[in-house]
């Protein structure tokens, strides 16, 4: 098998090495970036080179997605709670006060990982500083802002996730730690990927995953109601795995309140009436005041189908929560309620479809796209996006967006606004505002 080793080029010697030592009969191919800006030029029209690419962090990978779309598996190495947790060890004994300044929105497992070292939370104090878009500008900016953090005193140390803050902050001569996989999790992805690929390759049953993530209102269980919060996510997550149970599914606990569930695509189907009876959602709002969203992904493989199911998942929690969306190759559209949930459709399918009929009579696009960008457009409240956004949102490849856009845009029904630049090289994306509505929706 040949694995896409895609790693930040001061890492990459180390990493290659560790993966040809321990996997001797695969072939890593590197590629290696010194800035995260630099991956879609360096990948682009090279995913023919290695059956599949694994990236050093889900940040990476997502930002390559952006601009390329993924022709072989791609898997991203996660960092996890254990790579943290060495993380603030080192910290530590260094003595550093637990005054962090970070770049990693990821709260829940900062607390996961006091809470498993001892630290009650009146000794830890974290200053987040979200990076919301990727380019030398804001890196730079944030990397200001989190020094200012140390420099006032407000932070002892940063915890980032990219190589780029890490070198502006080390220049500055603040404590800076980057966060990054451990060589036991870079293990446990090359194993899962060959798994997915000998699966793809002897032409297994097509799999589905379904990944599941509950919230709870902060009000309905306060912090001195610890051991009712706790009673009500065992009650919950027992209906989880008893719908393990149904669609004979392998059930993996992401904690604290996800799951990913993995089982053939012919179970799923069953158990869900081809994804058209959810009880579960109904049964969970019984259970206390939870609100599950789930996201069912098909694929080829493992890595596939969670990938898409991860997918939509951010869809159906983007919709607003306590709904389930479906993704696939060519395939993206939100799951309909499960009979008995409060969440009914307003207005039937097809009703939605005569509504647009005369737009896609005019524009030659069919119905099913311009429901599909419709839905884009209310469930994100936006009118205008990138080409690529819009391919996502319908299931079709850039290309043949492009190609739709193209349509609409002569019949005067979307109107390109701008171009985003989301890298310091390659072409920008097209900024497209979309100009239709059903009539009396």
């Known amino acids: 098998m040949k694995i896409g080793l895609v790693a ?6 180390e990493i290659s090495s560790f993966v040809s030592r321990e996997f001797p009969d695969e072939e890593c191919i590197p590629f290696s970036y010194r800035s995260i800006l630099d991956l879609p030029s360096l990948l682009s029209g090279q995913q023919n080179r290695a059956d599949a690419f694994l990236f050093l962090g889900e940040t990476a990978r997502r930002f390559a997605a952006k601009s390329i779309v993924p022709a072989v598996p ?7 709670s254990s790579a943290l947790l060495r993380l603030l060890f080192r910290a530590a004994v260094a003595g550093r006060a637990m005054h962090i300044a970070t770049d990693w929105p990821r709260e829940d497992l900062f607390q996961l990982a006091f809470h498993e070292i001892g630290i009650p939370p009146e000794q830890y104090r974290l200053h987040f500083c979200p990076v ?3 380019n030398e500008e804001i890196l730079s900016m944030e990397a200001d802002r989190m020094a200012e953090l140390c420099r006032t005193g407000q932070a002892d140390f940063c915890i980032t996730i990219f190589y780029r803050i890490e070198k502006l902050l080390s220049d500055r001569q603040i404590p800076v730690y980057v966060l990054q996989p451990s060589f036991e999790d870079i293990r446990a992805g090359i194993e899962r990927l060959i798994l997915s690929d000998q699966l793809r390759r002897s032409h297994a049953t097509p799999l589905a995953c379904a990944a599941l993530r509950l919230s709870i209102p902060e009000d309905q269980y306060p912090a001195e109601h610890g051991y009712e919060l706790a009673e009500a996510r065992l009650s919950a997550a027992h209906l989880i795995w008893q719908f393990a149970r149904e669609t004979e599914a392998a059930c993996v606990e992401r904690p604290p309140w996800g799951w990913l569930l993995f089982s053939t695509r012919s179970l799923m189907e069953n158990a869900t009436a081809h994804y058209h009876h959810l009880p579960l959602l109904a049964r969970m709002r019984s259970t206390g005041p ?3 969203s789930i996201g069912f992904g098909i694929g080829s493989s493992a890595e596939e189908s969670k990938l898409h199911a991860e997918r939509a998942l951010d869809r159906a929690i983007l919709r607003g929560g306590d709904q389930a969306y479906l993704m696939g190759p060519g395939l993206s559209l939100p799951v309909p309620p499960a009979q008995g949930d409060r969440l009914t459709q307003q207005v039937p399918m097809l009703s939605i479809q005569e509504q647009f009929l005369p737009l896609a009579r005019l524009s030659g696009v ?8 419709y839905r884009a457009c209310r469930d994100t ?3 205008c996006f ?5 391919a996502d949102f319908a299931g ?3 290309r043949t967006m492009n190609r739709i856009l193209q349509k609409l845009i002569d019949r005067d029904l979307a109107r390109e606004v701008g171009l985003q630049f989301t890298a310091r090289t390659g072409r920008p994306s097209r900024l497209i505002e979309l100009r239709f509505q059903p009539q009396n929706l």
């Open 8 to 13: 930040p080029v001061n890492l990459m010697q």
């Open 74 to 80: 791609w898997v991203a190495i996660p960092r996890s």
């Open 132 to 134: 919301h878009a990727y």
């Open 290 to 292: 939870f609100t599950l």
């Open 366 to 373: 069919s119905v099913r796209i311009l429901t599909l960008l």
């Open 381 to 383: 409240d936006r009118t």
């Open 386 to 390: 990138t080409s690529a956004e819009l």
């Open 396 to 398: 079709v490849t850039p």
